[in-house]
């Protein structure tokens, strides 16, 4: 009788063994796809900081504002930022770093540059895309 007892009880801990590690291998791809779905939001919200600055340097450098297209980099940080002239006096910065690009409209006030106060958008103001496009 004991040897029956002895039996069933090292199954039953086999079995536990089993449904165990059946567990952690089901905890350790969901902590592994989390991880994934962590680093790549994590390098998006890099990217989108990155071309938030690159907008913000744009703003800040002295442009020729009666070049109809003028582009500038910042290599070391891979920025590309460039200030298209439109036809009616208007402008439009274009920033770009990695895969993002941002714009910013503006206006030529006394020979100088100046931005619109409400902000920044991320998706090409001008309905011909191609003015939107960095050179």
């Known amino acids: 009788m004991n040897r029956q007892c002895g039996m069933s009880s090292l199954a039953l801990v086999l079995l536990l063994l089993v449904l165990g590690s059946l567990m952690l291998q089901g905890l350790n791809q969901q902590q592994r796809a989390l991880y994934t779905r962590v680093a790549v939001e994590t390098r998006a919200l890099r990217e989108q900081a990155s071309v938030h600055s690159a907008l913000q340097w744009g703003k800040m450098q002295r442009w020729q504002v009666n070049a109809p297209l003028q582009c500038v980099q910042q290599p070391a940080q891979s920025w590309q930022v460039c200030l ?27 020979d100088e ?4 106060p409400y902000g920044w958008s991320d998706f090409c103001p001008l309905m011909e895309s191609a003015l939107c496009r960095i050179p």
């Not at 298209?84 to 206006?107: K, N, P, Y």
């Not at 540059?113 to 619109?116: G, I, K, L, P, R």
């Open 84 to 110: 298209r002239r439109l036809s009616d006096d208007s402008l439009l910065l274009i920033a770009a770093s990695g895969s993002m690009t941002l714009w910013q409209s503006g206006e030529v006030s006394h």
């Open 113 to 116: 540059a100046h931005f619109s």
